[in-house]
C-alpha cells in the first residue's frame, strides 16, 4: 500500500461513534441505516446524552438517553478525517418506521426563503410532495447528506449552520 494513503473505513449497521463537541465534552450517535432515496448514504441517529472527554458510558446508557435528531451523512469520512471514533456496536438501532425527511426543490436559490415545494420521505422509501410541510411534515428532518462539520455542529448548537429555505 503507498505510504500516504488512508486506510479504508468500514462501518456497518450498528456501529456507535463518540463526537467531541468542545473540549471538554463529547457526545455520540449510531448508523441505523443505509437510505436508498438519498443516493445510498448512511442515516444516523445522535443521542441526547454528554459526558465529560474521559469518561466511558456504557452503550445501552447512551441509547438510553434519547435520540436527538436523525440525519444522513457518510460515517466513514468522519472516521477518517477525525471528526468522530468508532467506539463499539448495539443490535438495537429502535424503530425505523417513524423516521421521516423533507427535502426542498428550492434549495440553492437564496431569494426563497419559505419554501412550498417540499418533499418528504421515510427511509428507503419513494419520496412524495406535500408542498407547504403541514402536521407531522413539519417535524421532519433535513434530508440531505451533511458534510461531518455539519453533522459535528448539529451536536454542538442544535441546529445546521446551512442556507436552506424555511417552512413558515
Known amino acids: 500500500m503507498p505510504p500516504n494513503k488512508p486506510k479504508r473505513v468500514v462501518t456497518k449497521i450498528g456501529d456507535v461513534f463518540e463526537v467531541p463537541i468542545s473540549e471538554t465534552e463529547k457526545k455520540y450517535f449510531q448508523l441505523i441505516a443505509f437510505d436508498l432515496t438519498m443516493l445510498n448514504s448512511d442515516v444516523i441517529r445522535a443521542f441526547k446524552l ?10 445501552a446508557d447512551i ?10 451523512c457518510v460515517t466513514s469520512w468522519g472516521v477518517k478525517d477525525g471528526s468522530w471514533s468508532k467506539i463499539g456496536k448495539s443490535q438495537d438501532i429502535g424503530s425505523l418506521d417513524h423516521v421521516l425527511f423533507r427535502i426542498s426543490s428550492d434549495a440553492g ?30 417535524n421532519a ?19 445546521y449552520i446551512i442556507v436552506y429555505p424555511s417552512f413558515e
Open 63 to 72: 441509547i438510553a438517553s434519547g435520540v436527538e435528531f436523525y440525519a444522513h
Open 50 to 59: 454528554v459526558v465529560p472527554l474521559d469518561e466511558s458510558p456504557k452503550i
Open 141 to 159: 428532518e433535513l434530508g440531505v447528506v451533511f458534510p461531518c462539520i455539519s453533522i459535528v455542529e448539529r451536536m454542538k448548537n442544535g441546529y
Open 109 to 138: 436559490n437564496p431569494q426563497i426563503k419559505v419554501s412550498h415545494n417540499w418533499r418528504v420521505w421515510r427511509i428507503n422509501e419513494d419520496t412524495f410532495r406535500v408542498g407547504t410541510l403541514k402536521g407531522e411534515y413539519r
